[in-house]
């Protein structure tokens, strides 16, 4: 899709987004087996029931309310495929549906870098992403981060002369941490803000996830600065990888527990950032962000699965991620048959669709 | 060669070792070219006449004032290819022609793994290098380091109890810095110090490269902890590259000078070292040191090179090393009698052969 949706159509598209049990794979799916939102948001019911349980659909009340609170604070909603959608989040495998943008938007296509790492940072950590931050700006890049505490607080700081962009876990209005809300307000005017999430929800741990990977997602490059072991930076710098993104780390030394992180990305083959020239280096010769060529219901007829191997299906799920082909191989079924089984059963709550073509138990 | 030498060879063998210009290249090849150390010295004069100068040969005075000093001091000298000598620095192509060893030899053949750094060391890279010397220690390593200031005495203090061993420039007795001299005395006693010099002599400046390449020599791996970039440490790294030892480097924040070299030592291959078990597993599998299959002068007749290939030797040279095979190549000579003019050159001063087949002006 290359043009503009109709009112209606923008309409249509958010309803579908913000509809229980709908993630960013099964939308994919959904618009792709049928062609738009309304067909879609049609057939919903009928599938969910099929998939085993009544889905509720997101009310055209609630769709109301939410186009009047972002018009209110100014912010757009942008639309996967729309021109104005950024292209580095069209190149994702699917994309998120929406996101709703305060502030430059023009940013958003400006080559951006990300610079995420520990909330409780040290103060060397801090003047070096800071750092970082003003080089790459000075540079040309557009500085991405997370408007935590600690490293992305100092990566907006070193970013905003030059332009950052604070991509929140709850709506385009979601302060949070309180000390920030100074920061928040300058890069909402100089800078921009964006969120998958509708304006006014506060976030919770699970909207991180999905923050995080809008954050790789418009990013060329992520940088680590400080991150202990299992903490959020490195899902971020995992996401990125498997993006196609460049991933790079601030070594540190073995006795600070905040590079346990970051030397472990290293190891696994991050590049490894002493400065801004690392960065540059590692972005050297690449070109723009395409999209994808996405499998989803391939090219045979889909019909519709019968209760028998949507059960089969149902009952080769668990909660370690198997990927859409094996559940093809294991079942002896057609691809566009196990795909709609799978679409089914998310909606029922049933599955969880994961990006890159893995499937869990829900 | 693996019978002990009489006596009277080992004087032999020590007066080659000592005569100037015989560096451990020109020993070896002599050896490899004359059988004895006795038959090299009888044709030493006339070869390096040939070369362009006269050679002055170390006078049986020295010899004999070289292992009184070292019989005073209780320290014994080993003779590469004897039994006695340590299995990796027999490894080595070429080894050293002797070493002289003080206190427990018989650490020399135990696993050992080489611990360096810098001299002006922060407390928390010292405190590293103490405890992964005790860990290593206690896991049976040997903890191999140079008496230098900062890491290697830390280095070295972490390993005593499980058995470290001193790699001097100078004499086996030259205590630097002075402040470690309670720290040699202890290494002398439950330890073992290493030189490849004359016992008295003081080092200098152009003595630790060959140091190092003990250093290195001696140890399946060599740490680096801490290191200012192009340091004498990252020397010792380079050289335990090509003698096919285990590298590995701790890494440190970009804003600590010191972390420059280590941290670089990582983006070209050094394996990352944040404790024992990173060494341990980099050992894993890792067979024991076996003696190289030595090129010399290949299977040919050596014959003498006549003046006029010599010449165009000696002219192909510059202070940039070149590998012999290429001036084989450029003079289009059989190979043996090529590396008897650059022996014949090095005699005379006029050329310098390097490990690993180099060659460059002296």
């Known amino acids: 899709m290359t043009e503009a949706l109709s009112e209606p159509e923008r ?58 609170d972002g018009a209110a604070l100014g912010a757009r909603l942008l639309c ?28 958003l296509d400006r080559p951006t870098v990300a610079i995420v ?14 750092g970082l931050a003003s080089d790459l700006g000075q540079a040309g890049h557009v500085i991405v981060s997370g408007l935590a505490r600690g490293i992305d607080g100092a990566a907006h700081e070193g970013g905003l002369p030059s332009g950052t962009v604070a991509v929140l876990g709850g709506g385009v209005d979601d302060i949070y941490p309180p000390e920030h809300a100074g920061l928040y307000q300058r890069i909402a005017e100089a800078g921009c803000v964006v969120s998958e999430n509708e304006p006014g929800r506060a976030a919770v741990a699970r909207d991180f996830p999905r923050r995080n990977r809008i954050i790789s997602g418009l990013s060329r490059a992520v940088v680590v ?36 992180g970051t030397n472990d990305l290293i190891r696994q083959g991050a590049a490894i950032c002493e400065g801004a020239e690392d960065v540059l280096r590692a972005l050297e010769g690449l070109g723009g962000f395409r999209e994808p060529e996405r499998g989803g219901y391939g090219a045979g007829p889909a019909g519709d699965p019968d209760d028998a191997l949507r ?27 196990v795909y709609a089984a799978l679409v089914e059963l998310s909606l029922a709550g049933r599955c969880e669709l994961l990006p890159g073509g893995m499937v869990a138990t829900a």
């Open 11 to 68: 309409r249509d598209w958010l309803r579908l987004a913000r509809t229980e049990n709908v993630g960013p794979v099964t939308f994919d799916q959904l618009i792709q087996r049928f062609g738009t939102a309304r067909a879609a948001l049609a057939a919903l019911p009928d599938l969910a029931r099929r998939g085993g349980r009544a889905i509720k659909l997101a009310t055209e009340a609630a769709i109301d309310k939410e186009l009047a």
């Open 80 to 107: 996967a495929g729309e021109p104005a959608f950024p292209q580095a989040l069209a190149a994702l495998d699917p994309p998120p549906p929406v996101i709703w943008v305060r502030g430059r938007a023009e940013l």
């Open 117 to 130: 790492g520990a909330r409780v940072a040290s103060a060397a950590g801090q003047r070096f992403a800071r």
């Open 225 to 260: 600065v400080e991150a202990e072991f299992r903490s959020g930076s490195l899902i971020t710098a995992r996401l990125a990888a498997e993006q196609g993104r460049e991933v790079l780390a601030v070594p540190g030394s073995p006795l600070d527990p905040r590079a346990k």
């Open 311 to 337: 059960e089969a299906v149902a009952a080769l799920l668990s909660p370690t991620p198997v990927s859409r082909d094996e559940l093809v191989r294991a079942t002896g079924a057609p691809a566009p048959l």
